[in-house]
C-alpha cells in the first residue's frame, strides 16, 4: 500500500472516479461526503484552509481517501476532518472490506510522518463502521482515546440516515503532543458539561 497525498481541488479531480466507485459500493446516503460536494467546497475555501486528502493506493488503484485538515500549534500537527461547515457530517472514503486495513495503514504512515500530532476527529458518523474500526486500531496500538456522540441541534437534520455523530480524540506518544491532547480533553469535558445544563 502506499499513501498518496493531494494538495489540491485540481489534484482530487483526477481520482473523482475512484470516489464515486467507493460510494456507490457503500450505497452512501451521506450527501457532506460526495465527491461534489467536497470538491466544490475546497473550490470555495482553498486559502482559508490546510488541506490534506490522504489517498491510500493498493496494487496501482486507489481504495481510499482520508479528508483531513492539519494545523501546527504548539509544535504539534493537529489533524482534524475538513469542516464542511453546513453539517459537520463526514467519514473516511473506503468500502467497507477494506475500512480496517487502510485506517490501520494510513493512520500508521500519517503517524510515522508527523512524529507529534493530536487527532481531532469530529463528525464521524455514527451509524458507519468507522468510529468501532479506529478505536479497535488505537486499542491495538495502545493508544487512549476519548469519543464523544454528538446529536444534530437542528432538529431538520434528524430526518437524515446518519443524523448523529462522533468525536474522538487520541494523540501519538511525544509529550507535546499528549499535552495538547489532554488539555483538549479537558476542554471537550468542560464543553459537553455546559452543553448538558443548557439542555436541562
Known amino acids: 500500500m502506499e499513501l498518496i497525498l493531494i494538495k489540491s481541488y485540481k489534484h482530487l479531480s483526477i481520482y473523482e472516479k475512484e470516489w464515486k466507485a467507493i460510494l456507490e459500493e457503500n450505497e452512501n446516503k451521506n450527501p457532506f461526503i460526495e465527491y ?3 470538491y466544490n467546497w475546497w473550490m470555495s475555501f482553498v486559502d482559508e484552509i490546510n488541506i490534506e486528502i490522504h ?12 479528508p483531513f485538515q492539519l494545523n501546527k500549534k504548539w509544535f504539534v500537527y493537529k489533524v482534524q476532518f475538513l469542516p464542511l461547515r453546513v453539517l459537520n457530517s463526514i467519514d473516511i472514503i473506503a468500502k467497507r472490506r477494506d475500512v480496517d486495513r487502510v485506517i490501520m495503514f494510513a493512520l500508521d504512515a500519517l503517524i510515522k510522518q508527523k512524529k507529534s500530532a493530536v487527532f481531532y476527529l469530529d463528525g464521524l458518523v455514527e451509524s458507519g463502521d468507522s468510529p468501532v474500526k479506529l478505536s479497535n ?8 482515546e476519548q469519543s464523544t456522540r454528538i446529536l444534530p441541534i437542528n432538529i431538520d437534520l434528524q430526518n437524515l440516515a446518519n443524523p448523529s455523530t462522533r468525536k474522538i480524540i487520541f494523540s501519538t506518544n511525544t509529550f507535546g503532543a499528549k499535552t495538547y ?3 483538549l480533553w479537558v476542554k471537550e469535558t468542560i464543553n459537553s ?8
Open 137 to 144: 486500531y488505537l486499542k491495538s496500538r495502545n493508544m487512549k
Open 55 to 66: 489517498a491510500v493506493k493498493e496494487n496501482n488503484r486507489i481504495i481510499a481517501f482520508f
Open 181 to 183: 491532547r489532554n488539555y
Open 36 to 38: 461534489e460536494y467536497v
Open 193 to 200: 458539561k455546559v452543553i448538558g445544563r443548557l439542555k436541562t
